[in-house]
């Protein structure tokens, strides 16, 4: 499976944007990048995914590089609820889903009142 | 809220108990995924259900560990002769095809 690579922590302070980065140099064509992120004692939860393009949704945007070896989450105007664990995940549309998502450590991400 | 329900939320046994977790996805969706999260690590992935069939397994699932989905709908993990290293959060998730995954809220297992 192809890895992903993200900072251990990161912190922010509130009403600020954050950008949360993730490299995938070893990226394959079919790979989608996925972000789900973990409240503290919760299971984790889908933000966002994208292919090759620049994707925004209710809760973040997500910042695809054009060589696709690289992607950055962005949470418009972080609050101290969107502190969590954030991981990056690739997942091979070629599986149809029909696989476990594979989770790193993640970024662990502070937000400061 | 009909979201992904996990029982027990806490589960303490000693070792060389056995133990069962049940997990009851939302209700349209017809995969389920069985997860093992230990302290400061991410979640790893354990099993795979489509409908009833389990399709996957992970080499972390050892002969102690059996899941099951009878009739599609809920699913069981079964944990035989449990050892202190299976304490763990095991979670469930659960999806409409390859559609994003909906997790639950685990299940914390201490082994004494």
């Known amino acids: 499976d192809a890895k992903t690579t993200q900072p251990n922590s990161m912190e922010s302070n509130e009403e600020e944007p954050v950008h949360l980065p993730c490299n995938h140099s070893?990226?394959?064509?079919?790979?989608?990048i996925h972000w789900y992120r973990q409240l503290p004692s919760q299971g984790p939860e889908y933000v966002i995914h994208?292919?090759?393009s620049n994707v925004n949704n209710r809760m973040a945007s997500l910042a695809i590089a054009e060589d696709r070896k690289s992607s950055t989450l962005i949470l418009h105007r972080a609050t101290l609820r969107d502190a969590a664990v954030y991981y990056c995940?690739?997942?091979?549309?070629?599986?149809?889903?029909?696989?476990?998502?594979?989770f790193g450590k993640g970024t662990h991400l502070i937000i400061q009142p | 809220d009909t979201g992904v329900s996990q029982d027990p939320r806490h589960k303490i046994t000693k070792r060389g108990q056995n133990v069962t977790f049940r997990c009851d996805p939302i209700?349209?969706?017809?995969?389920l995924y069985w997860y093992r999260q230990t302290l400061g690590q991410g979640p790893e992935f354990l099993t795979y259900?489509?409908?009833?069939?389990?399709?996957?397994k992970s080499r972390l699932l050892s002969d102690r560990f059996s899941a099951e989905r009878p009739k599609g709908s809920f699913s069981t993990l079964e944990i035989q002769r449990t050892e202190q290293g299976d304490s763990a959060m095991y979670l469930c998730a659960s999806s409409l095809w390859g559609d994003e995954q909906f997790f639950g809220p685990g299940t914390r297992l201490t082994v004494l």
């Open positions: 995940i690739l997942r091979d549309v070629d599986r149809g889903g029909a696989d476990g998502l594979t």
């Open positions: 259900f489509q409908n009833e069939a389990q399709l996957e």
């Open positions: 209700s349209e969706h017809n995969r």
């Open positions: 994208g292919l090759t």
């Open positions: 070893t990226i394959s064509g079919t790979d989608y």
